[in-house]
């Protein structure tokens, strides 16, 4: 690894301009980004197959007995990832105000 007080000015603005690493990040969060929405606005048929379609999001809220949310390792696995790819669409935020 060089040290940065080791590099010549050309160096430093020949790394500073590399903006790959930024492309990558930016193109990930828009992609966790689309797919957190997608789960919010996109029905999907119920588990149940009656024809109902819900919302991915919102399905989970809807379950009782010993399916609802905190009572199953499934819906609150889901529910817990949800939350987790919330991130994507801060770090898209970021990206894109330059961040």
């Known amino acids: 690894m060089t040290d940065i007080m080791e590099l010549t000015i050309s160096e430093v ?4 301009q590399d903006d790959g690493p930024a492309f990558g990040i930016g193109a990930i969060s ?3 980004a689309a797919w957190w929405v997608t789960t919010i606005v996109i ?7 009656t024809g109902l379609l819900k919302h991915a999001i919102w399905f989970v809220w ?6 609802e949310i905190f009572s199953s ?4 696995a889901y ?3 949800w939350v987790a790819n919330f991130f994507y669409v801060l ?7 330059g961040g």
Request: hydrophobic share 45%; glycine share 6%.
């Open 43 to 49: 029905p999907w048929p119920n588990a149940n197959n």
């Open 30 to 32: 828009a992609l966790g």
């Open 62 to 67: 809807t379950l009782t007995g010993t399916r």
């Open 73 to 76: 390792y499934l819906p609150t």
């Open 13 to 16: 603005r020949m790394r500073a």
């Open 91 to 97: 770090e898209a935020l970021a990206w894109l105000v």
């Open 79 to 81: 529910l817990a990832s």
